[in-house]
Nanobody, 120 residues
Framework: QVQLVESGGGLVQAGGSLRLSCAAS????????VGWYRQTPVKQRDLVAR???????IYADYVKGRFTIYRENAKNTVYLQMNSLKPEDTAIYYC??????????????WGQGTQVTVSS
């Protein structure tokens, strides 16, 4: 069974930093379209940052220059470094990936989410 597990959320003051981690487990050949999304009670789940097919990165305008997505392929782990956090960054953050197994099966998977709360 393949799954994504996020960690690293929490409570931080405005201007602070957090690093989120998303670890994929199970029989994994590759992780594609890996990215971070966030959702609040009043907004839909929106893209924060993700890798494209060519392994470039794209970011939502409201996090450019503050957040960085990066990955450690050997650990099947992707990170989201969040700096200069603002109260409006408060949300549940979800990791997403298309997981390819060694047998060629494909799973479009989401993590369980991790809460990030930024106080003013």
């Amino acid at each position: 069974q393949v799954q994504l597990v996020e960690s690293g959320g929490g409570l931080v003051q405005a201007g602070g930093s957090l690093r989120l981690s998303c670890a994929a487990s199970g029989p994994i050949e590759s992780l594609n379209n890996v990215g971070w999304y966030r959702q609040t009670p009043v907004k839909q789940r929106d893209l924060v940052a993700r890798f494209t097919g060519s392994d470039n990165t794209i970011y939502a305008d409201y996090v450019k220059g503050r957040f960085t997505i990066y990955r450690e392929n050997a650990k099947n782990t992707v990170y989201l470094q969040m700096n200069s956090l603002k109260p409006e960054d408060t949300a549940i953050y979800y990791c997403h990936a298309v997981i390819i197994t060694p047998k060629g099966r494909e799973f479009d998977d989401w993590g369980q989410g991790t809460q990030v709360t930024v106080s003013s």
